[in-house]
């Protein structure tokens, strides 16, 4: 089993729709992350938690929601979600040592 | 402001040939720095990561070369293999209070048969 399992892998919606991508981890690690990759944008974080109820902002949090309400999860929304919020997301999480770890991506498809 | 980038967007090599993949950073305040692959179609994986008291760090047919002088990273992967084909991201962490990782924006590794 994935360390890291994000839910839904794939997903087409319309513009306007409220969207959930669900995080899930298994490392028992305190810090997770949603980062959004694009083509020739590379990774840019979105949100990041260091624990519970923890929610900061990254560089591109605009349009964007999140809820960590349990250590292993970390979910993002898209409350109104718009065409330029297609792309590729990734959940991820830290261990102490610094080591991040991926999940496999959700890829989002906005119409 | 902080940013890490790649020299090359694109690196094709010869199999069996060694690979030179470079990256440079901005944040002198950078300590810990890190090498992910992607695969088409998958996550990032963690290759190899090196922290700033080090100049170099070997794993597995990787090694990975510090040089804070002049902010620069880079990757060597020895005797190329075609399963060394992806998408190669350097990345930079503050291990201050916020422990963000800055990404690269990727290199494409492409290894000719």
């Known amino acids: 089993d994935a360390d890291v399992t994000q839910t839904p892998r794939n997903r087409i919606t319309k513009t306007g729709k409220r969207i959930m991508l669900e995080c899930s981890q298994t490392?028992?690690?305190?810090?997770m992350y949603w980062y959004r990759q694009d083509p020739g944008l590379g990774l840019r974080l979105i949100y990041y938690?260091?624990?519970?109820?923890?929610?900061n902002k990254g560089e591109i949090s605009d349009g964007y929601s999140v809820s960590r309400q349990a250590q292993a999860k970390f979910s993002l929304s898209l409350e109104s979600a718009i065409p330029n919020q297609t792309a590729l997301y990734f959940c991820?999480?830290?261990?102490?040592?610094?080591?991040?770890?991926f999940g496999e991506g959700s890829r989002l498809t906005v119409l | 402001g902080e940013s890490v980038g790649l020299h090359l967007p694109t690196l094709s090599v010869q199999e069996g040939d060694n690979s030179i993949i470079n990256c440079a950073y901005s944040n002198s305040a950078s300590d810990y720095f890190i090498w992910y692959k992607q695969e088409s179609g998958k996550g990032p994986q963690f290759i190899i990561d090196?922290?700033?008291?080090?100049d170099k760090r070997q794993g597995q047919r990787v090694t990975v070369l510090l040089n804070k002088t002049v902010k620069h990273l880079s990757l060597q992967i020895a005797a190329t293999q075609p399963g060394d084909s992806a998408v190669y991201f350097c990345a930079e962490n503050n291990a201050g209070a916020n422990s963000k990782l800055t990404f690269g924006k990727g290199i494409t590794l492409s290894v000719r048969p």
């Open positions: 938690s260091f624990d519970v109820k923890d929610i």
């Open positions: 090196i922290r700033s008291n080090m």
């Open positions: 991820a999480t830290i261990s102490l040592t610094g080591e991040l770890f």
């Open positions: 490392k028992g690690h305190d810090r």
